[in-house]
């Protein structure tokens, strides 16, 4: 069971705002950045967001990040039928010294 | 371009050892942490230790510390984990990712190990 907690599954239509949320606590988000990445079947994970809500370049803009206390929260605008994959966040825990990931995130377009 | 390229499939008995490289190009190999991630069949990513190769430190997640060895050879700009008494369980896709600003930017292709 993973640290940090996502909802297994997500859903939307296409051109719809769907987010995903990522629970944590004061060791790991409420101390450090976030990190959001998403992956394809079969494929590596991609960095999608760092630093709670920074956006590497190449990465649209309908991608955003954001982080509150011991939470943090990725929204998808305009949701496209590509955006359909897991999505995972990331954190560094200061109690455990370690990196920590959430279960993951399937997001289905409808 | 920054390319992380990772060392193809192994299959391991029970009780054995395998040690995984990853082969960076178009960065400055002792500039970046080096980070280790593996991803069961199914199942969520996770972190297992990263190294700085510019001095050969290491951390490792506590459930692995008695059975990874994180190594690097600046000469060929190349990172390395050895899994040792690998088991059922350690069936999985492992995967090397450069670390910066507390994320990991650049992934590798990844390697799958099976034990069997």
């Known amino acids: 069971q993973s640290v940090l907690t996502q909802p297994p599954s997500a859903s939307g239509t296409p051109g719809q705002r769907v987010t995903i949320s990522c629970s944590g606590s004061?060791?790991?988000?409420?101390?450090?950045?976030v990190s959001w990445y998403h992956q394809l079947p079969g494929t590596a994970p991609k960095l999608l967001i760092y630093?709670?809500?920074q956006r590497p370049s190449g990465v649209p803009d309908r991608f955003s990040g954001s982080k509150s206390g011991t939470s943090a929260s990725l929204a998808i605008s305009g949701l496209q039928s590509e955006d359909e994959a897991d999505y995972h966040c990331?954190?560094?825990?200061?109690?455990?010294?370690?990196?920590?990931f959430g279960g993951g995130t399937k997001l289905t377009v409808l | 371009q920054v390319q992380l390229v990772q060392s193809g499939a192994e299959v391991r008995m029970p009780g054995a050892s395998v040690k995984l490289s990853c082969k960076a190009s178009?960065?400055?190999?002792?500039?970046?942490?080096m980070h280790w991630v593996r991803q069961a069949p199914g199942q969520g990513l996770e972190w297992m230790g990263w190294?700085?190769?510019?001095?050969?430190?290491?951390n490792t997640a506590q459930k692995f510390q008695d059975r990874v060895t994180m190594t690097r050879d600046t000469a060929v700009n190349t990172a390395y984990m050895e899994l040792s008494r690998v088991r059922g369980d350690d069936t999985a896709v492992y995967y090397c990712?450069?670390?910066?600003?507390?994320?990991?930017?650049?992934w590798g292709q990844g390697t799958l190990v099976t034990v069997s």
């Open positions: 990712a450069r670390g910066t600003y507390g994320a990991s930017d650049f």
């Open positions: 178009g960065y400055s190999f002792t500039g970046y942490f």
């Open positions: 190294i700085n190769p510019s001095r050969g430190v290491t």
């Open positions: 004061s060791s790991n988000i409420g101390s450090n950045t």
């Open positions: 630093n709670n809500d």
């Open positions: 990331a954190a560094w825990d200061d109690s455990l010294n370690e990196g920590l």
